[in-house]
């Protein structure tokens, strides 16, 4: 066990990085608190002097997870000129998110999170972030906002499915490559958009 005490602030940050990778590989119910303690090298009692119990360290990492992704999209299209380059930019910052942060993904977007209505609520106020980030791009005249809305989880659910195909075949292609199709087949699409 790790003998080097930490600020408190960065063995926080530190046990959640590893607690992605473990809830990663197992899942919430194949993992345990001393399963992530000992990969932290930790006791178990630090680990709870940072977190009361598993599922508040789950939470926390999905909430850590869903930060990040929205951070790097906000960043990454407000320095964007113009519509199709937020689009590609933004697809750029998610697959990069992905390929950087599998476990953080898997786990936001993952079948076991779906299944307890606390986690899927927290995916769900990722998926609707991301949403709006996309809505707020799709600028067509006589567009409502709910038709806006419609068509950014459409970007979204294209962006997801495509990640985990990505995950899950192990494609071989880079996120550079997977970016560059994701973002013509979605600004092709927002292109033809019309009111409905």
Known sequence: MSTARLPAARRRRQLLD??????????????????VA?????????????????????????????????ERLAKATADADGPRAQVEAG??????????????????FGGGTRRDPEFRAIAAAVEEDVAAF???????????????????HGVVGLAE????????????????????AVSRMAWGGLRSIRPL
């Open 161 to 180: 499915g495509m990640s985990r195909h990505w995950i899950e075949h192990r494609n071989p292609a880079d996120h550079a490559a997977l970016t560059t």
């Open 18 to 35: 590893v607690a992605v990778q473990v809830f990663g590989v197992r899942g919430f119910h194949g993992t345990s608190m001393n399963d």
């Open 134 to 152: 996309i809505a707020a791009l799709i600028d067509v005249p006589g567009l409502s906002d709910d038709e806006r809305a419609l068509y950014a």
């Open 38 to 70: 000992t990969a932290a090298g930790v006791t178990k009692p630090v680990l709870y002097q940072h977190f009361g119990s598993k599922r508040d360290l789950y939470r926390e990492v999905l909430e850590d997870g869903g930060a990040q992704l929205r």
């Open 91 to 108: 697809m750029g910052a998610y697959f990069e998110f992905v390929a950087e942060n599998e476990p953080a993904f898997t786990l936001l």
